[in-house]
């Protein structure tokens, strides 16, 4: 039971954000991760918070992720991982489970579209170079970028990442498709593999 006994009728919102994070701090290590997820029903739980006040909460907790999202268009040419991580950011950044993403861009780096592949569990997630690529080439795609979520925001790559990325760098070299990063996300941070790990020295893609 989350209730604390203390009302919220007159609490400012910042008071109230405030109580809700103590609250939310009882049980959880990290409460700005739990308020992520948190449902109208446990928000319903702490003392004075009502059904209508509830849903404005997570509407409000909704709408600030979507903020930080870049909403791109076929202009928005993605020359830098920090692009990248913006208009991935809705998809991937605040997932409790594993996703993997990839953009698709034409040959001057301008955005076509992007695609979730694969959905795994809270620990890890599946992708496989054969549907990478298949995608690629129904969107018509020059350039690729891909990308995956870590929940735990420690985003240090995993051996299964680093196995990954040089899986897909060396079958982009046979399909003639340049990947041009792989990102892992989380928590509101971003880490590019390509200027982080030696792979694209390895395996050179344009």
């Not at 991982?81 to 991937?92: F, K, N, T, Y």
């Not at 599946?126 to 990478?132: G, K, M, V």
Request: a negative charge; charged letters at 20%.
């Amino acid at each position: 039971m989350l209730g604390t006994g203390l009302g919220t009728e007159h609490l400012s919102a910042i008071g109230l954000s405030q109580q809700i994070l103590r609250v939310l701090s009882l049980t959880e290590r990290e409460p700005l991760r739990k308020l992520r997820d948190v449902t109208v029903y446990e928000l319903m739980t702490i003392s004075g918070v009502g059904l209508a006040k509830a849903c404005t909460i997570v509407a409000a907790i909704e709408l600030g992720k979507r903020a930080f999202c870049q909403q791109p268009t076929t202009l928005t040419v993605v020359d830098d991982p920090g692009i990248a991580a913006e208009i991935l950011s809705h998809d991937l950044m605040w997932e409790s489970q594993e996703q993997f993403a990839v953009l698709f861009l034409d040959i001057k780096h301008r955005y076509l579209a992007k695609k979730i592949i694969s959905v795994g569990t809270q620990t890890e997630t599946l992708a496989h170079p054969r549907e990478i690529f298949r995608e690629a080439l129904q969107h018509r795609a020059v350039r690729i970028l891909v990308a995956h979520n870590h929940p735990s925001g420690a985003l240090e790559p995993s051996s299964e990442d680093i196995d990954l990325t040089r899986q897909l760098l060396q079958s982009a070299q046979i399909m003639g498709i340049p990947i041009l990063d792989h990102l892992i996300l989380g928590e509101g941070r971003f880490v590019s593999l390509r200027q982080t790990t030696t792979l694209w020295s390895e395996f050179m893609q344009e």
